[in-house]
């Protein structure tokens, strides 16, 4: 007779931790001794643990600082298929400073923050030469990143806890280490971003630093006096180093974000202002400038429930980089509060006219699919740059599909005119649709008589024909 076999219907065992806690201490204490025989990495973590449990934070910390996996710096005489990738070091890494990290989040203190920064500095410093090769995914640059956060977050809640050693200390680490981490320098760890834990004499030490560097150090010196700026919660020092000759969009943008950081949100509002009065200029004002200025003086402004301004904002937005973007968000905006009649004309004129190519993708969100496809053909090498034309003709050719034939044909030749796989799976995807539209256009004899040329120009290409096949795309088919 044959057994049965064990049902698959799902567990009704209780949770894992509720189990163990319900097990008798001596078994526990067998369960957790094997584990520790048996996982390497399970010995470790109970260790630290015991350490933390008996001898507190630190003394756990200072024993993962101590357990951080070394890199080999001779990987850089191997060949390079043979180098070794760094998601196993990464790994380690959070495995190993597990109590550390965890400490300095649920329980921060003083004593943790070095052990933060000595751990920011080691994996920064054995990685600071070979990033170009072994980092490619910045699986470690992510792991750096994690950790001074962590610091800026830790230093922040025990600032108060802090006396002037603690502070003189962390002046001393953000001036000779964390401004020597080569590529593994995290953008976010200046003296700015440590206000509250510096105090006065934190910052004083530092100032100490950088008056003593003079010009020895001419790119620490800049931060430094922009970091300066900030901590002295100076205005006028932050709109003259931030600001420049605050002559354009830009250099307006770049005071608003340090007077926020001082508290002066008031003083950003009105530079915010002032930079979206200029007039756009390819040659100097980056594009994302308006971008940022117009949503942070959007944001504040509906804050305060001051409708007209913020359409004001979003309107210059349109006015100085008309994208479908900047188009939407003033459309959305001004449609929820009634405006857009009002707003409207002139803004779709002003698309149309300075950026038809996104005016195009505004029409087809908007579901104006006629409107768009007049418009499209004469943008076609736009939008292709833009990776938007595949989307354009799958759109459009719902209404239109005897008008999208011809292109279709144009870019499955143009796909075909070189061999690769990449390039054949597109063909493919551009065959069915082009089968579909052809269909729906009555053309589909026309269609057959197409793909049997494309299957003849493929004779010598079996992939080609494999992922055809495959698709169902064979000449017998059509």
Known sequence: MSQRPPSSAPSQEPPLSEWLGGLPSSLLVDIITRGCAIVPGFLTYVEQR??????????AGERALAALPRVDVAWDDLPWNHRPGVSFYSDDIRQTLEPLMS??????????????????????????????????????YSLVEELS??????????????????????????????????????????????AEALGVEGREHLRALTQAAGSEDSWRMREAIEDFAVLDRDPDAVIAVFGGDLGSAGACWNVVTP??????????????????????????????SYFQLADFL??????RGDIDEALWALGRAVHAMPSERTYTKLRDLALAHDRWEDL??????????????????ALIDEDRVDEAWKLAPAQRKWLE????????????????????????????????????????????????QLREFSDMAGRHDAFVDYLRLVWEGARRRPLCKEIFTASGLSPTVG
């Open 344 to 361: 409207r004309p002139e803004t779709e004129a002003w698309m149309e006219a300075q950026a038809p190519d996104g005016w195009i993708l």
């Open 259 to 288: 007077l926020v950081a001082i508290g002066r949100t008031d003083l950003a509002t009105e530079y915010a202002r002032r930079g979206l009065e200029f007039e756009p200029d390819q040659r100097r004002i980056p594009v994302a």
């Open 149 to 194: 956060e962590i610091l800026k977050r830790a230093a922040a809640a025990c600032a108060d806890e802090m006396d002037a050693a603690d502070r003189v200390a962390l002046a001393d680490w953000i001036w000779d280490g964390a401004s020597n981490l080569g590529d593994y320098t995290p953008v976010g760890l200046r003296a700015s971003a440590f």
């Open 50 to 59: 015991r350490v933390q449990s008996t001898h507190g934070d630190v003394a």
């Open 298 to 303: 959007t944001d504040e402004a509906l804050k």
């Open 103 to 140: 400490a300095a989040e649920e329980r921060p203190q003083p004593g943790l923050l070095t052990l933060i920064e000595q751990a920011i500095s080691s994996i920064s410093l054995a990685f600071k030469d070979m990033a170009p090769y072994y980092d490619e995914e910045g699986e470690v």
């Open 385 to 432: 740059g833009r990776g938007q034309w595949d989307h354009v003709l799958a759109v459009c050719g719902r209404k239109h599909p005897a008008e999208v034939l011809t292109h279709y044909r144009r870019l499955i030749d143009d796909d075909l005119s070189e061999t690769g796989r990449h390039r054949y799976e597109r063909a493919a995807e551009r065959l069915i």
